[in-house]
């Protein structure tokens, strides 16, 4: 991840080519109520093929950035731009649109429609943009290794299994990005890991793209880098995160949630890789 300050951003709802990266922020910020900010500015680069896992205490804005990213929330100020695509250009429909076709979700609770089979579940989103019956459900399921499952109701499911299904509906579209909100927070570790993998897989086989909120540093260790924010501002980054590491940084934020957070981390305390 780098500065987009700079970069080759491209203003406007037009798709930029191949090279524009997965998400960009530039100067991104919320305040909820005038004058308090959720968020104070920031300037995020998510290359295509990356995973990065968002971390802070609660309270820090992790949501807060996941919803302005995913075009769920109006920044105050500042461009989130998804595949080159500035979302403020674009007119609701046009947003709901590129929400549903090149933003991918997983929640915590899977959102599947329990009324819906497996496979009509998965299908959802190319059924809602009018694409017809193909095999795209059927290969998404698969690849989640529950391709005999598509008749089935999520019901009948085990809650590991149901997050598979949200995670093959989240990548069906071929997404530009797939946002993961505390994708294994209702999980037992063992399960959580296994959905991690399906993640982590789908970034290293598939070339996707995934941003994924957690508070979890055992989770946080599947992504190549991991963010954190203190107080809504970001205050370091650490490569290659390890759970230990992420543990300590998560720690010491805990104990200083202060303005001088970011200084009082760079010492080394957040090991190799932590960058203020
Ligand atoms: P996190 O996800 O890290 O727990 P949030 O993004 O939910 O943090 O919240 C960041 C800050 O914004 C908190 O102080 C929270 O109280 C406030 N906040 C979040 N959502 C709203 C809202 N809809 N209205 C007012 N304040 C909000």
Redo the contacts with the bound molecule.
Sequence with gaps: MRSQRGGAGTVGAERAGPVADALTLEGVSRE??RGVA?LHPVDLAVPRGRFLAVM?P???????LLQCAAGLDRPTAGTVRVGGTALASLKESALTRLRRERIGFVFQAHNLVPSLSVAENVALPLLLGGAPPDGRAARALAAVGLGARGEDRPAELSGGQRQRVAIARALVTEPDIVFADEPTGALDPATAQGVLALLRRAVDRDGHTVVMVTHDPVAAAWADEALF?VR?RVVGRLDRPGADDVRRVMERLGRDTGENAAESTAGGEGGEGWRA
């Design positions: 909820y109520r959720a802070g609660s309270g820090s804005g992790k949501s807060t924010l809504g």
